[in-house]
């Protein structure tokens, strides 16, 4: 069974810019988790969706949102990127009523 | 709300030698423990996990973790490091039972030295 997946990679963007992470669940995961990792602030909870709705949300700005399609893939969305964005941004999923997270291999994303 | 406190933010532990990363937590409510291990340029990997049950839980790689209530820690031991077990690693609590969220601790960095 494949893991989850993240793209892109990595991304390069500018202050001001928009950008948009996508992450594919494992096949039969309906809960899709996002997390920043930065050296100053550690593992951060962004939010949690579950069958399309937002489960769970962390302490970040509105400039973060993120939505979960039918088939479980969800995308974030950071608007007006600050240089204090740049950060690996992390996905997991996990089964319905589980307690395991599966994660991905991260977005790298740099705002100069 | 739950917090995760890892004290040692680096450990450098010569190859072969045993070693502990340290982790405790706080919570008003039961809770399941993980250890999760960072390669790097590399996403998170499940170690092992303490869900109920018996307090010494093994993991992969060789690494085994005991769950103490009452001093409420999840320290992570490996009686014989390998170059190989050069990683981040991050200790995180998830509230039993419910559709919460996992709370990661700081990470440990720990460095072999061949």
């Known amino acids: 069974k494949a893991g989850v997946t993240q793209t892109p990679r990595y991304l390069i963007k500018t202050r001001g810019q928009q950008v948009t992470l996508s992450c594919s669940p494992i096949s039969g995961h309906r809960s899709v988790s996002w997390y920043q990792q930065t050296p100053g602030q550690g593992l951060q909870f962004l939010f949690e969706?579950?069958?399309?709705?937002?489960?769970n949300k962390g302490n970040f700005p509105g400039r973060f949102s993120g939505r979960q399609f039918s088939n479980s893939r969800s995308e974030m969305n950071v608007s007006t990127l600050e240089l204090g964005d740049s950060a690996l941004y992390l996905c997991?999923?996990?089964?319905?009523?589980?307690?395991?997270?599966?994660f991905g291999p991260g977005t790298r994303l740099t705002v100069l | 709300a739950q917090s995760v406190t890892q004290l040692d933010s680096q450990v450098p532990v010569f190859e072969e030698a045993p070693v502990e990363l340290r982790c405790n937590y706080s919570?008003?409510?039961?809770?399941?423990l993980f250890w999760y291990v960072q390669y790097p340029n590399q996403g998170l990997q499940l170690l092992l996990k303490?869900?109920?049950?018996?307090?010494l839980v093994k993991g992969i790689n060789g690494f085994e973790a005991e769950f103490n209530k009452s001093q409420t820690s999840f320290h992570l031991r490996k009686p014989s490091v390998h170059i190989s077990d050069t990683a981040e690693y991050f200790c995180a609590v998830l509230p039993a039972g419910g559709n919460e969220k996992l709370t990661f601790g700081t990470g440990t960095r720990l460095t072999i030295i061949p």
């Open positions: 919570s008003s409510v039961s809770v399941y």
């Open positions: 997991a999923s996990r089964l319905t009523g589980g307690n395991e997270q599966f």
């Open positions: 969706y579950f069958s399309e709705t937002q489960r």
């Open positions: 303490y869900l109920s049950g018996s307090t």
